[in-house]
């Protein structure tokens, strides 16, 4: 088994069982035989040992691998396995707080939540009830947030939240702001934009928003001045993102049973009210044979994976028994990559390069013919989701399936630390970065094809600099070919990013986690340029994060030991040219001469 230090650290951590003093009680090995017993447990009696073994061989490989709570849980009493829930609020008190303990249930075993707070009236709007005064949908996130700051999920990582608030809500613009300031560290924000409020901003237009009962309108705003305010926000403190809600509601496949309420904590999977999924990700760093993709062997790890996660369905144990019952009807799951630049790497194609796009179609579309055929043969010999006849693929004429979707693509932050590979189908972060991800302890991470790399074209020498900057391009003395390839974050411009994320989602049921890395130079022009890239692309949503603009980043490139420390806030420095600048905090100092 091929797992790194840093992987074994964030097991022992975070998903190994332990015994009642805390101390770890299981190897890494037991723990994914300890899983694939347990989902295999919904195969049929006489190839339930065949299956076992074979989930174990995926996960052990690093090739496959569930989402957390299922390598948390599994095997476990009570062992909760999904990742996403979507939970509705309604607009009265006892609906909210009702909504509130079930988030709480849903953290406490493992699983984050999302919310849509557009149903709540806006703050001023007076409650005939009492004829008291509304607080609004701001003043309830702040109330969800700090509850949840008192839950760990499973005792082992904080609550993670979505807020949505539709883009026509009359606090919209409260809303926008809400994270400019402390507070809210346990929700992500999205605004849920229509096409109508995007064409009105293209015509310099204003735009009603309405009360979100009567539908009547309020008041209106400026479009164009209101998208450049979301704009401006997410260039300030990386949020909110955006989701485009119609090209969203468009995907659904089970309308029948409502529209799509909001999405997961990382904004790739719209869920109905109360329904949940689970994800997977396949490890693409893992098919690459002799310089080119080993198409079959991946092909044969997604029906692998398809599988897995179904089963996965039939031995969870539901929080609640409204969840139970959406999740049963529509048999949601989301099988996705991570390794992707890894990939890119291996290949020897740069990030930003057009070949790298095309092979992105390439990958994405084997992936879901793949798991849409597996997903096919389930149905076949265990019938289709029970919402089937009614849905809007079987009216389609199309062929059945076991799952309403298939198909997500998930950051993976954890999941690629104990895969070792790159999260997602991001570019690298850096080639050698400090990923504070465990409290007091900090992982130092370096590329692990860099310095074979460099040893290759002799080239060792320059080794020392990019481990202390965390990049290659722009460092002197560093190969071209080199440059070329080590692509991270802050090398590939901001379109590149965004069409990287389109290029996967055209292949894509539910959505794709993608963050668009902008540096710490850039104007908010260049944010509001990515949102409308990404509407006129087909992604589903999008997030941007400029580099420093918020404190206590999880990764700050650069290694301690080759870089000196930031005076301000202890990260390493990392150098361009004679300049110093800090990730973290944005201190910055340059080298002058007399």
Not at 491 to 511: I, L, T, Y
């Amino acid at each position: 088994m091929e797992l790194t230090d840093n992987a074994r650290a964030v097991l022992a951590r975070r998903y190994l069982l332990k015994d009642d003093g805390g101390a770890v009680r299981e190897r890494p090995e037991e723990l994914f035989r300890r899983v694939a017993g347990a989902v295999a447990g919904a195969e049929p009696a006489a190839g339930r040992a065949g299956w076992a073994e074979r989930f174990e061989a995926r996960m052990a490989a690093l090739e496959l691998l569930p989402n957390s709570p299922a390598l948390m849980n599994a095997g476990r009493d009570h062992g909760q396995l999904a990742a996403c829930f979507v939970l509705p609020i309604e607009d009265d008190l006892a609906g909210i707080f009702d909504a509130l303990k079930w988030a709480a249930l849903i953290h406490q075993s493992g699983g984050g939540t999302g919310f849509s707070f557009s149903r709540l009236r806006p703050k001023g709007d007076v409650v005939r009830t009492t004829h008291g005064v509304a607080s609004g949908p701001v003043s309830f996130i702040r109330v969800f947030d700090a509850a949840t700051e008192t839950i760990k999920q499973g005792g082992v990582r904080r609550g993670a939240n979505m807020a949505v608030l539709r883009v026509d809500h009359p606090d919209v613009e409260e809303f926008v702001e809400a994270k400019r300031g402390p507070g809210l560290e346990n929700f992500n924000i999205s605004v849920a934009v229509t096409d109508a409020f995007l064409e009105a901003a293209a015509r310099g237009a204003p735009f009603p928003l309405l009360h979100p009962r009567s539908g009547a309108p309020v008041r209106t705003v400026d479009a164009a001045g209101l998208l450049d305010r979301i704009a401006a926000a997410a260039w300030e403190s990386g949020e909110p993102g955006l989701l485009f809600l119609d090209r969203i509601e468009a995907a659904n496949p089970t309308p029948d049973a409502g529209a799509l309420e909001a999405v997961n904590p990382c904004g790739e999977q719209p869920l109905l009210p109360f329904e949940a999924c689970t994800l997977g990700s396949v490890n693409l760093a893992r098919f690459e044979r002799g310089g080119a993709v080993d198409w079959e062997g991946l092909s044969a790890c997604v029906r692998d994976g398809v599988r897995l996660l179904d089963d996965l369905l039939d031995v969870t144990s539901h929080p609640l028994p409204q969840v139970e019952a959406v999740a049963r009807r529509n048999r949601k799951i989301g099988l996705g990559a991570m390794g992707w630049a890894d990939l890119l790497v291996r290949l020897g194609v740069p990030y930003d390069a057009p070949e790298a796009l095309a092979l992105a179609g390439r990958v994405a579309a084997r992936v879901q013919a793949e798991a849409h055929g597996e997903s096919e043969r389930l149905a076949a010999a265990r019938g289709p989701f029970p919402g089937w006849p009614t849905s809007a693929p079987a009216r389609a004429g199309r062929r059945p399936r076991r799952n309403a979707t298939v198909t997500t693509v998930a950051p993976t932050g954890t999941l690629s630390v104990i895969a070792g590979c790159s999260s997602g189908i991001e570019p690298l972060f850096a080639v050698a970065y400090v990923r504070h991800a465990l409290g007091d302890v900090a992982l130092e991470e370096e590329h692990p094809v860099l310095l074979p790399r460099l040893r290759a074209l002799g080239a060792e020498a320059a080794l020392p600099r990019i481990l202390a900057n965390g990049r290659a391009r722009g460092v002197p003395g560093v190969p071209e070919e080199i440059q070329r390839v080590f692509a991270t974050a802050h090398d590939v411009a901001p379109e590149v990013h965004v069409r990287m994320q389109a290029a996967f989602q055209r292949h894509v049921d539910n959505g794709v986690s993608k963050t668009v890395n902008l540096p710490r130079e850039a104007a908010a022009g260049e944010v509001k340029r990515a949102f409308l890239l990404a509407h006129q692309l087909g992604c589903k949503g999008i997030t941007v994060y400029r580099d420093g603009s918020r404190r206590g980043q999880v990764l700050v490139g650069g290694l301690p030991d080759h870089a000196p420390a930031c005076p301000q806030c202890g990260a390493a420095l990392a150098r361009t040219g004679g300049c110093s600048t800090c990730r973290a905090c944005g201190y910055a100092t340059c080298e002058t001469s007399e």
